[in-house]
């Protein structure tokens, strides 16, 4: 399955590498990715964007709102064009979405792995 995410340009020069484009695009089998790890990324999942998760007004756990029903302005950002960056992005952005719940007191989902 293709996965598109962005990569910090400023990050990836920073590190030596050089990433042409912003958005990436990366080829995972997901028969070879643990079910958390699989988890982690449907959850974020809009077609093949990996989008951000944010709060509503509820404090449920939802994808990133936007206009056309794109998220091209909410992909996950990872700092190098890599499936453990990208994986690290979503670990991240999962950690401020339970700190999050965690402030406002409300239960952090569970999944049964």
């Known amino acids: 399955m293709i996965l598109r995410f962005e990569v910090n340009q400023a990050e990836a020069f ?5 990433v042409q484009k912003s958005t990436n695009h990366l080829n995972i089998d997901p028969a070879d990715l643990s079910q958390v790890e699989r988890d982690l990324i449907a959850d974020r999942l809009k077609g093949i ?12 756990v939802r994808q990133v709102e936007a206009a056309n029903d794109e ?3 909410h992909r996950i950002v990872a700092k190098l064009p890599t499936y453990e960056a990208l994986l690290a992005a979503i670990k991240e952005d999962q950690a401020g979405i339970e ?5 406002l007191g409300k239960p952090i989902p ?3 792995s």
């Open 99 to 103: 700190a999050e719940l965690k402030r």
């Open 71 to 73: 998220c091209t302005h």
């Open 14 to 18: 920073r590190q030596g590498v050089d």
């Open 49 to 60: 964007d990996v989008c951000k998760l944010s709060l509503d007004w509820e404090g449920k």
């Open 110 to 112: 569970s999944r049964a």
